[in-house]
């Protein structure tokens, strides 16, 4: 199962002037940083079961859901 945190912010891939460009939703961005931790992967989408889609398919079938932070916007 999936495990998501609400935090203040996050940062933005996505620039508020490239959503005209893309009326359906279907812009995904992504950064992925190898840390010392092991691999952080930030993701920008329009539509948040986007990137919940992404980050689920990196999981191998015996882990548990990724963790994900999340941003409320409006």
């Known amino acids: 199962m999936d ?4 935090v203040p912010s ?3 891939l996505i620039d508020p002037g490239e959503y005209a460009a893309h009326p ?9 940083t ?12 329009m ?3 986007h990137i919940e ?3 689920r398919s ?5 882990d ?3 963790e994900m932070e999340q941003m409320l916007c409006g």
């Open 10 to 12: 996050l940062p933005d």
């Open 47 to 49: 539509r948040p079961e």
């Open 3 to 6: 495990k998501h945190t609400f």
């Open 53 to 55: 889609a992404v980050l």
């Open 24 to 32: 359906e939703g279907g812009l995904v961005r992504l950064k992925i």
């Open 58 to 62: 990196l999981s191998g079938p015996d």
């Open 34 to 45: 190898v840390t010392g931790n092991g691999v952080e992967v930030l993701g920008d989408g």
């Open 64 to 66: 548990e859901g990724p």
